[in-house]
């Protein structure tokens, strides 16, 4: 599996390691040609889930922007907003749905006349409209927000499903707080959606408090009960409140899932949604583990996530797994001597294949004498041992007070211990530091 992120590893280091890499070649031959892979659907929510939540909220122009690098990235489907919420809401999805017309728009609704309608109005300009229709599930629910009977949600469940069918070819139902709702009960819903006409059920954990085993069993009770339908898909959609939407959207590919909900930098309502990019991430670099594919283009992984932020002014935290300032950035020394050997050492994706420019190491006070000699390379010097170890001892003074050391810092620290200036080639990356 390895092998297909080999982009930056030395032909030497692979040459060396032949035998090790052609098992795992083989590993990834056979995972890919020796059986078909099924293929999980990507369903983006980051323009309904992720923009309804406190910050992150998008105007038109810059939810056609998202969209646009959306459709690029690879998704399959995207939720483009609740119409019913606003008329600039129902434009601002009719718009995206009349601007990008390669990938399927989906408009959510609650199970009621007025938001069906919205819904199917918002997505008349759809080359692919997929209506998203959704109700919530459980006692708490349906007691305390909707004071709604069991068999009261089941016959507004039945009737919105069917109206919406009279309009638009595809329909998914969502059981709101499924995650919490009476198995037996959940089960007798997802019959009645799928009799209605509904295609994608999605059980979500609106809540975020379920934990990987106990989500992925709820999906194979249902499915189960259900017998796997001809034309049905399963579909996760997580919430972050305790850390695990990546990890229960995974254990429910496991279970059999085969569409995600998650959103770009995994914004959305509270803690958030399932980041899209560590679930795409996940599922191809442990590949032979799931045994699914994705059709996300990961090179383009990090400009969407750039893009997001530049929209909403929200940054990733720096650690963010995949796409976070240090995902790719190395300071411990060890590390750093590890990655100039091979970076198979300390990174299980290179930085270009999710398209970030490049890894850095930072030269701090945990930094080793091998990163720096690089960067001093880098920057055109080429220094004795004696030089090195007088430039490292500076540095690592100048990082215990002053935490990083820019390259200006460095080119001024070489400058006096080697007493002369870079060649040519490097004066131009000295002025650009
Ligand atoms: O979290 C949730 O339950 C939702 C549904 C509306 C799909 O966002
Ligand atoms: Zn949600």
């Known amino acids: 599996m390895v092998f297909a992120f080999l982009g930056s590893i030395s032909h030497d280091y692979q040459k060396q390691n032949k035998d090790k890499f052609d098992r795992e070649r083989l590993i990834c031959l056979t995972t890919s040609w020796g059986y078909s892979m099924d293929s999980v659907r990507i369903f983006d929510t980051t323009l309904r889930d992720g923009e309804q939540s406190p ?32 008329r600039g809401d129902l434009e601002a999805v009719r718009q995206v749905a009349r601007e990008v017309q390669n990938v399927p728009i989906a408009a959510l609704a609650r199970a009621k006349k007025d938001d069906v309608n919205a819904a199917i109005e918002a997505l008349e300009p759809a080359a692919a409209p997929r209506l998203h229709i959704f109700l919530a599930t459980s006692d708490l629910h349906l007691r305390v927000k909707l004071n709604m009977t069991r068999e009261h949600a089941l016959e507004a469940i039945r009737s919105m499903i069917r109206l919406g069918r009279q309009s638009v070819g595809e329909v998914e139902f969502s059981a709101e707080d499924a995650g919490r709702t009476d198995i037996g009960f959940l089960c007798q819903v997802c019959q009645v959606a799928v009799d209605a006409g509904a295609t994608i059920l999605n059980l979500p954990d609106t809540v975020g408090y379920a934990v990987p085993d106990e989500y992925g069993a709820m999906f194979e009770q249902v499915r189960e009960h259900l017998g796997d339908p001809q034309g049905v898909t399963l579909s996760a959609h997580c919430h972050d409140d305790l850390g695990l939407a990546v990890a229960n959207s995974l254990a429910a590919v496991r279970a059999g899932v085969r569409q995600i909900e998650c959103t770009i930098n995994g914004i959305g309502e509270r803690a958030g949604n399932a980041a899209l990019e560590e679930i795409a991430v996940a599922l191809a670099v442990r590949k032979e583990s799931f045994g699914v594919t994705t059709g996300i283009k990961l090179q383009e992984l990090f400009r969407s996530s750039r893009m997001l932020s530049e929209i909403t002014g929200a940054v990733v935290a720096p650690n963010k797994a995949v796409v976070g300032a240090n995902a790719f950035a190395h300071e411990a020394g060890i590390h750093q001597d590890g990655i100039i050997k091979n970076p198979l050492t300390y990174e299980i994706i290179s930085p270009e294949t999710v398209g970030v420019p490049a890894r850095s190491f ?22 004795s041992d004696e030089e090195l170890g007088e430039c490292y001892r500076r540095v690592t003074a100048l990082a215990d007070v002053a935490k990083q050391v820019r390259p200006r810092d460095l080119v001024a620290i070489a400058h006096e211990v080697m007493r002369r200036r870079p060649t040519a080639v490097a004066a131009e990356a000295t002025s650009a530091a």
């Open 55 to 86: 910050g992150f909220s998008m105007n038109t122009e810059e939810k056609i922007r998202m969209a646009r690098q959306l459709a690029a990235l690879g998704v399959d489907v995207i939720e483009a907003g609740f119409p019913i919420s606003s």
């Open 362 to 383: 930072v030269l701090g006070k945990h930094s080793g004498r091998n990163a720096l000699k690089v960067s001093l390379r880098n920057l055109g010097y080429e220094p």
